[in-house]
């Protein structure tokens, strides 16, 4: 048997560093997952506002209800209209309304974010320039 010297020994040296390397990535998953996962869960409920202006008639005013039904009023006259013939049917009424491309949106409360975002891209594609949101008058004695 032979003795060993103590430079034939091999040396391991403990490194002090922390790897934080997985912990940033389970970070970012977890931030990708919060960012995907909020804006559905919140919902969308739209403003109340003390001091708006609604002017009924003097601009075309899109409806859509709680169930997604779209109506379209045009000089006081409402008429039903479904999402595919949306982009169509505004922009005949904005074809007879050239310097007037102004169109009220009011949708329910309780309505998928996603239903007012498509009509106000038809919209948008139909040469709506302005888009103004109706809200409600809060009840006096009421907060939220």
Known sequence: MSIRKPSDV???????????TPMIDVMLVLLIIFMVVTPVMAGAALPQARNAEYEPGRH?????????RMKLEVDRRAEPVDGASLRARLASVYAARPSDHVLYLKAD??????RVLGAIES?????VTRLAAITE????GRRR
């Open 109 to 114: 409360r309780n309505l998928e974010y996603t």
């Open 123 to 127: 919209a948008r594609a139909a040469g």
């Open 137 to 140: 008058t809060p009840r006096r």
């Open 60 to 68: 075309p005013t899109l409806v859509i209800d709680a169930r997604g």
């Open 10 to 20: 091999l040396k391991f040296e403990v490194a002090a560093d922390i790897n934080v």
